[in-house]
């Protein structure tokens, strides 16, 4: 049975979802300002092993990551420019065009890393209503006040009522020292109350009407929101990554207690963080790798590129709740892994079952049990990883003929690889191999004309020759003949 860490209760809990048969997640998506880099794989890989492996265990599902394209500002606290706002303005597009252009870019980097589509995909600003409503909740209910057209979450009210600070572990005093002091202060009552409804400076781009002021909401009140709208006032699983902890977490926990009296989410799950080459990532250290510029080899810190299977199994090879350190060397090891699990799974296709299974290889049939055992214990893909190369062994040593296996463990051992190598892991086993057989097809296919071209000459059928030589160099091919036939390029 599935047990998932909670990091509301910091231990492990046997996983019961609220409805029978269904689960209602919700993750954290992207701010659609700047191209997508490990810190964004990371959050959608961990989320979509869950997604997989709770449809795998039968669950329909119904996953919403959202796309935050309005609110976001600068110092992820209530000041400065709004993210998208500012990159609007520094590139002379409409707010909508920088976000479209982003999704699709996060879209594709999605895709690439074969992370499935969630079932929603709600924008912040498209629910704009629905959050002026939530505000006027938490309003209604005393817990937030305005000030100079601005609506602040009264955290010292509501603390008296509900534990504000329960999911990252924090009180009030931690969070006071922690507190930078910031323009606009003035404003609130407390430096650790926070923005529900901001009213917008006469610059600010993106802006709506609202009961308060013409303004646009804080970042926090969009997940409040859109994840009550499509999975109920309560739900299952709320997911992201551990810096999303605090403010953004605790701050939803406190806008739904505020508006509805009670906490929304049963089960708080977080990935841990990336560094690279022992760095926090950041613009400052120059390490802010993106997606693109791995798949491309185009960084000064990568030494090569990086297919998006690459990045996937690396990911994978750690515990979710570890933190990850990405260095060239690390994914050079990764990839030659994934090359050999490749290889296993290729050479698994292929065997020729026997009468029997040979006693030495029997252990492969405990193979399912111990990837479900993995995957049950809060989702250790890297002990799932392990078992399959454990039976990579077997499946070689059947290969070289040292032992044998039945027909029946020879499917379900397919199943099996089947089942968590490529379903629940998602990762794309057969892929390279399809294309490394298109390109040896096409490289023979070309050697076969050049090779006729050849016979032609030496029979003096200069009509054949020039005519294979003419339309292959139209098509970009550089046929250089020498002593002992030809060469080519494309
Ligand atoms: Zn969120």
């Known amino acids: 049975m599935l047990q998932i860490y909670n990091t509301l209760s910091r231990q492990k809990e046997y996983f019961r979802p609220l409805h029978e048969g269904r689960v209602g997640m919700y993750v954290c998506g992207p701010t659609v300002y700047g ?42 606290a209530d000041e400065g420019e709004d993210k998208i706002a500012k990159k609007a303005r520094l590139e002379q597009l409409e707010p909508m065009e920088v976000v479209q252009y982003y999704t699709n870019r996060y879209h594709h980097d999605m895709e ?124 299952d699983i709320h997911g992201g990554g551990m810096d999303l902890m605090f403010p953004h977490h605790e701050a939803e926990i406190a806008q739904s207690c505020a508006a509805l009296g009670h906490e929304t989410v049963h089960y708080w799950m977080h990935n841990n963080m990336i560094t690279i080459a022992g760095k926090k990532m950041g613009k400052s250290y120059n390490n802010f790798i993106t997606l693109e510029q791995f798949f491309k080899g185009e960084h000064p810190l990568l030494t090569k590129p990086f297919s998006p299977m690459t990045i996937r199994f690396f990911i994978l090879m750690a515990h979710y709740r570890s933190t990850v350190d990405f260095s060239s060397e690390a994914l050079e090891a990764a990839e030659k892994g994934f090359a050999r699990l490749q290889e296993a799974y290729a050479r698994l296709l292929k065997l020729q079952p026997s009468d029997k299974t040979s006693g030495e290889i029997e252990e492969i049939r405990i193979l399912r049990t111990k990837c479900q055992e993995a995957m049950d214990d809060d989702l250790n893909s890297p002990i799932v990883l392990q078992a399959l190369f454990d039976s990579a062994r077997v499946i070689n040593t059947i290969h070289d003929q040292k032992a044998s296996i039945s027909s029946e463990d020879l499917d379900e051992l397919r199943k099996v690889w089947k089942d968590y190598a490529i379903d629940i892991l998602g990762l794309k086993l057969e892929e390279n191999d399809a294309d490394d057989n298109k390109l040896k097809a096409f490289n023979t296919a070309v050697d076969l004309l050049l090779d006729i071209r050849l016979d032609a000459k030496r029979n003096k059928d200069w009509a054949t020759s020039d005519k294979i030589r003419n339309n292959l160099t139209e098509l970009g091919f550089q046929i250089k003949d020498t002593k002992d036939g030809y060469e080519w390029t494309l």
């Open 112 to 235: 690439a890393l074969n992370v499935l589509p969630p079932s929603i995909e709600p924008h912040a600003s498209g629910h704009i209503i629905e959050q002026i409503a939530f505000v006027q909740r938490i309003l209604d209910h005393g817990y937030a006040y305005i000030s100079n057209g601005s609506v602040y979450m009264d955290v010292e009210k509501y603390a008296k009522d509900f534990p504000y600070g329960k999911l990252s572990g924090r009180n009030l005093e931690d969070i006071v020292t922690d507190t930078r002091e910031l323009d606009g202060q003035d404003e609130k009552k407390h430096s650790y109350d926070f923005a529900l409804w901001k009213k917008a400076a006469p610059e600010h781009i993106m802006h709506w009407p609202s009961p308060w002021s013409e303004g646009f909401p804080g970042w926090h009140m969009e997940c409040s929101t859109m994840g009550t709208k499509y999975l109920g006032e309560e739900f």
């Open 35 to 76: 191209d997508a880099h490990l810190g964004h794989a990371r959050p959608a890989i961990t989320f979509d092993l869950l997604f997989r492996y709770l449809q795998f265990l039968g669950y329909k599902v119904r996953y919403v990551r959202n796309i935050t394209d309005v609110g976001h500002l600068e110092h992820d």
